[in-house]
């Protein structure tokens, strides 16, 4: 359980509330990651977030094997998953379906993904910072940043009882999602183009599930995620193509969602049974490129240092890859205090994730014309060689070993 004595019950002076090297706003994959692993290096850390954990995050719940092996190297040990205390079904590809058309890989051997709830994974990720060593305090929202001349110096927040509190560090980091307030208030982020929703839910009664993360693009920029997520659940993620179509669904939400899943003919019959699990999340647009940027003492991860399209699944991942990136340069700029390490943190993250990114591209957008979309899973489905490729990539698939490690104590 995480400790629930809160640092802003303010008998304590000043300079405990503020004697932190790092704030980490945000604890989702990417603050959580980063904050276990500066705990880890002697860095104090406080990481913050504006919800009370464990708490449900619209996802379609699945790992892939880039994030499953981000997480061994992040928890000292491979497999860190088979320590998981919650359901979690392995995942050993996916499968893509358009009409006749379809298209199914598979990760390379010894390589698979997870999926499970995502609260369940995120509070998992929380613990292990926690007992690390980083101070945690949910419930506790930043509303914007300090600033000293052109220097971030910390974040003002407000208390769990709604008290703003202010709260300096040497470097703030910016792990707090796709609307985040710290890549807004340092004027960095913006929404793109590409304006998709997306309704989340778990379905129990699926049938016919298998170990794999299956797509249905039945056309019209609609795409129907199915992902095994332990215990006999599935996650189901309908994604739609303009945020405005999301209104359809007004207050019936459940029966939006289960209706425009069991049109598509494939998924009738193995939906027959099925039935929803707690609430419906509805999330979107997702497109927030972030702009190229050198703010000192500001560092951005996961969806806060930019994010695209859901379709491939790779959020997770650049999640616990950013952090695995910038937790060394941190450690470094702490310790010299120049501000290059992160400089350069930027660059090797954005230099990583290019491929992936030009890929995600391209799939959005071939995916809007049905024609092409098919013609396209039928030909790559002929060639194994491209099949593989297609599932390396999308799967983040280790090639050689990575690092993580940040490799001195701060100062
Ligand atoms: C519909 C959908 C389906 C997806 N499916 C998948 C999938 O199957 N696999 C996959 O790998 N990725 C998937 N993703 C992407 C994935 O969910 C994200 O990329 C990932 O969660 C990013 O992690 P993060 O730590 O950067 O941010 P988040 O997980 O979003 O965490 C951000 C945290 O910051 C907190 N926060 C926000 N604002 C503040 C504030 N002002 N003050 C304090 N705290 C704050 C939030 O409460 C939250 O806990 C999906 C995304 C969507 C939208």
Redesign the pocket.
């Known amino acids: 359980m995480l400790p629930c004595i809160s640092i802003f019950h303010s008998v304590l002076p000043w300079w405990v509330m503020n004697g932190y090297d790092v704030i980490v706003?945000?604890?989702?994959?990417?603050?959580s990651a980063l904050a276990k692993l500066l705990a880890a290096s002697g860095v104090r850390v406080l990481m913050?977030?504006?919800?009370a954990f464990p708490?449900r995050?619209?996802?379609?719940?699945?790992?892939?094997p880039g994030?499953v092996a981000a997480l061994g190297r992040i928890m000292g040990h491979p497999h860190a998953e088979e320590s998981f205390d919650f359901p979690h079904s392995p995942i050993e590809g996916w499968r893509v379906i358009s009409g006749r058309a379809s298209l199914e890989a598979a990760y390379p051997a010894g390589q698979y993904g997870v999926g499970c709830r995502r609260e369940r994974v995120d509070q998992w990720l929380v613990e292990h910072a926690v007992r690390a060593g980083a101070a945690f305090e949910q419930r506790?929202?930043?509303e914007r940043l300090i600033w000293e001349g052109e220097r971030v110096a910390g974040v003002i927040a407000r208390s769990p009882e709604g008290r703003p509190i202010s709260l300096r560090a040497s470097i703030v980091a910016g792990?707090?999602?796709?609307?985040s307030?710290v890549a807004r208030h340092a004027k960095v982020n913006r929404y793109g183009s590409l304006r998709k929703a997306?309704f989340?839910t778990r379905l129990n009664g699926v049938s016919g599930l298998t170990g794999r993360v299956e797509l249905f693009t039945p056309g019209g920029g609609k795409v129907i995620g199915l992902?095994p997520i332990g215990g006999g659940q599935a996650n189901m993620?309908v994604?739609l193509s303009h945020a405005h179509e999301a209104a359809l669904a007004g207050k019936d939400r459940s029966g939006y969602v289960l209706r425009e899943a069991r049109a598509v003919p494939e998924l009738m019959e193995r939906l027959r049974e099925a039935e929803i699990e707690g609430d419906i999340m509805a999330?979107g647009p997702?497109d927030r490129p972030v702009l190229p940027h050198d703010i000192a003492g500001m560092v951005l991860?996961?969806?806060?240092a930019g994010?695209y399209d859901?379709l491939t699944?790779?959020?997770?991942?650049?999640?616990l890859r950013s952090a695995e990136l910038a937790a060394p340069a941190i450690v470094e700029t702490l310790r010299t205090r120049s501000p290059d390490p992160i400089r350069r943190y930027g660059s090797a993250r954005q230099e990583e994730f290019a491929t992936g990114t030009r890929l995600q591209h391209i799939i959005e957008r071939i995916s809007r014309q049905p024609l092409l979309w098919r013609t396209a899973l039928r030909m790559i489905g002929a060639s194994s060689l491209l099949t593989n490729k297609l599932a390396i990539v999308i799967g983040d698939c280790p090639k050689e070993a990575k690092t993580c490690i940040p490799v001195m104590k701060s100062p």
């Open positions: 706003v945000g604890a989702g994959p990417s603050g913050l977030d504006a919800e708490r995050k619209p996802c379609g719940e699945s790992l892939n994030a506790t929202r930043v792990s707090d999602g796709l609307r307030v997306a989340t992902a993620t994604a999330c997702f991860l996961g969806d806060a994010y859901p699944g790779q959020g997770i991942y650049r999640a």
